[in-house]
C-alpha cells in the first residue's frame, strides 16, 4: 500500500477540517412584496419560450373532446341543472365503489361556472366547472345527522343533492326522502360528498366525527367519466329538473 506523501496528508487534513466543521446555515432575515400582474404588463419572451412546450401539453389535453350538452346548463338555487349533473356524477362514481351508496350531496360554491352553452364539453371546460382537487369521500351518515345536514343546506338556500329531495318550508327542510323513501332517525345511510364537506368545510362541523371513506377519485374526474361514458353511449349530457328541492306552496 502506497503511503501518503506529507503534502498529500496536508491537503486531505485541510479538507477534512474545513468540511467537518461548516456550521449549518439558517435563514437570518425574510422580506416580501406584492407585485401586481396585468395584461398590460410586458412579456417577458425568455420565460415564454421556457413555457411552450408544456402550454402546448396542456392545451392539447384540456381541448380534448369528452361528449356533449343538448340543452343550456346553467347555476341557480334551490336546483339547476349543473348542480344535478355534478351530483349525479358524484353518485354514480360513488356507486362504483359502494353499492350501498344511497345519496350524493355537492356544495353549490364550488360550481366555478354559471353557465354552459348547448355543444361539446371538453376536459378544460370540467376544469372551469370544478377547478379545484377535492376527492370524492363516501360518509356514513345518521338519520338524525342527515336531517340537520338537510337544514344546514336550506339555510345556504339549496344545494345540489342526487337520491335525496326535500321541499322548505318555514326555512327547515320537510318531507325528506331518500330514494323515494321517508328518512329513518335510525338508519346510517351512505352518502357521497367531496373530502372537503366531509371534513367539516362549509360549516359542516357536524360531519367532521362520522365515519368516512376516502377515495382517491377527483369529484372532477368522476364528472369527467360520467359524461365519457354518456357518450361512448352516444347520448348526450341532458339533465332535467326534478324538483329534488322545492319550495312549499
Keep these: 500500500m502506497k503511503l501518503l506523501q506529507p503534502l498529500q496528508f496536508l491537503i486531505l487534513f485541510c479538507f ?34 421556457m413555457l411552450a412546450p408544456y402550454k402546448i401539453g396542456v392545451d392539447t389535453q384540456m ?18 341543472t349543473l348542480g344535478n349533473f355534478m351530483a349525479d356524477a358524484q353518485m354514480v362514481a360513488a356507486k362504483k365503489i359502494d353499492n350501498k351508496v344511497v345519496g350524493s350531496v355537492m356544495n353549490y360554491g364550488g360550481i366555478r ?24 369521500t363516501i360518509v356514513d351518515v345518521p338519520g338524525e345527522v342527515l336531517k340537520q345536514f338537510c337544514n344546514h343546506m336550506v339555510r ?31 338508519i346510517v345511510y351512505k352518502i357521497a360528498m367531496s373530502d372537503y364537506i366531509a371534513r367539516g368545510g362549509d360549516n359542516c362541523d357536524f360531519l367532521s366525527p362520522l365515519r368516512k371513506r376516502f377515495t382517491t377519485i377527483f369529484v372532477r374526474d368522476a364528472m369527467i367519466e360520467y359524461v365519457m361514458e354518456l357518450e361512448k353511449q352516444n347520448k348526450p349530457l341532458h339533465p332535467n329538473l326534478e324538483n329534488r328541492i322545492q319550495y312549499a306552496e
Aim: with cysteine; charged share 20%; glycine share 6%.
Design 113 to 136: 361556472l354559471s353557465y354552459i352553452a348547448p355543444g361539446i364539453l371538453t376536459r378544460g371546460k370540467m376544469y372551469e366547472l370544478m377547478p379545484f382537487d377535492n376527492m370524492l
Design 156 to 186: 345556504y338556500k339549496g344545494w345540489p343533492i342526487s337520491g335525496i329531495s326535500y321541499v322548505i318550508k318555514d326555512k327547515e327542510a320537510t318531507n325528506i326522502l331518500i330514494n323515494g323513501s321517508p328518512i329513518n332517525d335510525h
Design 16 to 49: 477534512l477540517i474545513a468540511t467537518g466543521c461548516h456550521k449549518p446555515l439558517y435563514i437570518q432575515e425574510r422580506s416580501t412584496q406584492l407585485y401586481t400582474v396585468s395584461k398590460t404588463d410586458p412579456v417577458d419572451s425568455a420565460i415564454v419560450k
Design 63 to 80: 381541448q380534448t373532446i369528452l361528449g356533449r350538452t343538448d340543452i343550456p346548463l346553467t347555476k341557480a338555487q334551490p336546483e339547476s
